[in-house]
């Protein structure tokens, strides 16, 4: 069984870098075809994807965030990990990490994170 956990800060202040980490159990992250992927879920909003790396180590980033987010991964813990720099209120959300498999979608979720931006 493929499990995913974020694990990160739950509060954050304005300006700062927030900084996520995605531990995968039952399954490799340089499995072939299989696309690690970070989205979240501002309050009120419906889901936002943020960007996701292959199991080349390949990184595909969303058009909204992409010029303050950068995905990398440690193959020898199974993580993978997301930076957003300078954030500000408005990236409150629940953040969730996520297996995407082509013509499959997404078929494994963590069970999200709370991330709260405030001062």
């Known amino acids: 069984q493929v499990q995913l956990q974020e694990s990160g800060p739950g509060l954050v202040k304005p300006s700062q870098t927030l900084s996520l980490t995605c531990t995968v159990s039952g399954d490799s992250i340089t499995t072939n075809n299989y696309y690690w992927s970070w989205i979240r879920q501002p309050p009120g909003k419906g889901l936002e994807y943020i960007g996701m790396?292959?199991?080349?180590?390949?990184?595909y980033d969303g058009p909204s965030l992409k010029s303050r987010t950068s995905i990398s991964r440690d193959t020898s813990k199974n993580q993978f990990t997301l930076q957003m720099s300078s954030v500000t209120p408005e990236d409150t959300a629940v953040y969730y990490c996520?297996?995407?498999?082509?013509?499959?979608?997404?078929?494994?979720w963590g069970q999200g994170t709370q991330v709260t931006v405030s001062s």
């Open positions: 790396m292959a199991y080349s180590g390949s990184t």
């Open positions: 996520a297996r995407f498999v082509g013509g499959r979608g997404y078929d494994y």
